[in-house]
């Protein structure tokens, strides 16, 4: 069950020095659609309820692609897996 999963790794994961743990979990009714659900309106409104998602966890997603680019070496995320002069903003 993800919810305890979720639980578990919350109160395990604090003894390992450094370790990040990020849950994107999106609850919107907006997002109760088939795979192949082809309607155009209830496709507008998943895409509507994803910006508005995004939006309000945007510094969660910027801190966990952060994580991710030191963790591949690209600490400044331009891709050459190195750092420069703007890694110091991120």
Request: net charge negative; proline share 3%; with cysteine.
């Amino acid at each position: 069950e993800v919810d305890r999963t979720d639980a578990a790794l919350r109160t395990l994961l604090p003894m390992i020095p450094g370790t990040k743990y990020f849950r994107f979990n999106p609850v919107d009714e907006r997002c109760d659609v088939e795979l192949d659900e082809t309607e155009a309106g209830l496709l507008q409104g998943l895409t509507d309820a994803t910006d508005e998602y995004v939006a309000r966890n945007d510094a969660g997603f910027a801190e966990c692609c952060a994580a991710l680019r030191v963790g591949s070496g690209d600490v400044d995320g331009d891709g050459d897996g190195g750092a420069d002069a703007s890694a110091a903003a991120i």
